[in-house]
C-alpha cells in the first residue's frame, strides 16, 4: 500500500483529503503545517507527499527545496491558487513533479497521485533494465549523461535534476534529432496525457531543464523549439 503524505493549513481539506485517498486503498498522514511535515518525513518515508503551496511556518515551495537539496526525489504534487501561474513555476522550478491548482475535483487527484506512483514505478523498472543491458555514455556538448545509472553531468559536474526533469532528458535522448509535439513528450517521458493549458506544464520544465543544460538558455543549441509544433534535442554525431 503506497503512503501519501498529505499537508494543507486547512482542516477541511485535509480531513476530505485523508478520507477518499483511504478509500482508494492509500494510507495517509497529514500534517497541518510545514513544521510538522518536516518531523513527519524525518520519522519515515512516503511514496508521494502532497504540498500545499502556502502553508505555516515552512512553505511547501521551502518543503520542496530542502527535500530536493537532500536529494530526496520522492514525487511531490503542489497545490496552488486557482489561475496562479507564479505559485506554478515557483512550485515546478523548485522541483515539483507536478501540480493541481485550487479548487480541485478529488478524482483528478487521486489520478495524478497514481500518475505519479507509475511514473516512479516505471523510472525504477527502466533502470533495473539500464543496469542490465547499458553500460554506455552519451556525450552531448559539454554533457555527459550516464544511462546506466542515470546521472547527468555538465563539465564533470553533477546535474541536480527532479524525476520529471530526468524522465523528460532520457526521453528526448532517446529521440535525439527527433521533432516532439507536446503530447508526445508528455505521453513518453511521464506517461500522461495533457490538452490545452496542460501543455505549459511542458514548457515549464523544458524551460527548467534548458537552465540547467544550456549555457545560453536564450539561445538554446541543444534543447530547441520547433515553433507550431514542439521541441527536438540536438545531437550531433561525434567522429
Not at 499537508?7 to 500534517?31: G, H, R, S, W
Not at 537532500?70 to 503542489?78: F, H, S
Not at 493541481?100 to 507509475?118: D, G, N, Q, S, Y
Not at 532517446?174 to 514548457?203: C, F, K, P, Y
Request: neutral net charge; without cysteine.
Amino acid at each position: 500500500m503506497a503512503k501519501i503524505l498529505v499537508v494543507d493549513d486547512e482542516p477541511a481539506i485535509l480531513t476530505l483529503l485523508k478520507y477518499n485517498l483511504e478509500q482508494n486503498q492509500f494510507e495517509v498522514v497529514t500534517a497541518i503545517d510545514g513544521e510538522s511535515a518536516l518531523d513527519q518525513m524525518r520519522q519515515q518515508n512516503f511514496d508521494v507527499m502532497i504540498l500545499d503551496i502556502m502553508l505555516p511556518k515552512i512553505s511547501g515551495i521551502g518543503l520542496t527545496q530542502h527535500l530536493r537539496a537532500q536529494n530526496d526525489l520522492t514525487p511531490i504534487l503542489m497545490l496552488t491558487a486557482l489561475d496562479s501561474e507564479n505559485d506554478t513555476i515557483q512550485g515546478l522550478e523548485a522541483g515539483a513533479d507536478d501540480y493541481l491548482p485550487k479548487p480541485f475535483k478529488t478524482r483528478e487527484l487521486i489520478a495524478r497521485v497514481r500518475a505519479l506512483l507509475r511514473r516512479t514505478k516505471d523510472a525504477e523498472v527502466s533502470k533495473q533494465h539500464a543496469e542490465m543491458t547499458v553500460t554506455q555514455w552519451l556525450t552531448v556538448g559539454n554533457l555527459k549523461i550516464d544511462v546506466k545509472q542515470q546521472l547527468v553531468y555538465k563539465k564533470n559536474q553533477l546535474l541536480r535534476l527532479t524525476p520529471k526533469e530526468l524522465a523528460l532528458l532520457i526521453y528526448m535522448v532517446e529521440h535525439a534529432n527527433l521533432v516532439l509535439s507536446r503530447t508526445e513528450i508528455a505521453r513518453g517521458a511521464w506517461g500522461i496525457q495533457v490538452d490545452g493549458l496542460d501543455t505549459r506544464m511542458i514548457d515549464m520544465h523544458v524551460a527548467n531543464l534548458r537552465d540547467k543544460l544550456e549555457e545560453q538558455p536564450k539561445t538554446p543549441k541543444i534543447l530547441k523549439t520547433v515553433r507550431g509544433v514542439g521541441y527536438r534535442f540536438e545531437m550531433k554525431n561525434e567522429k
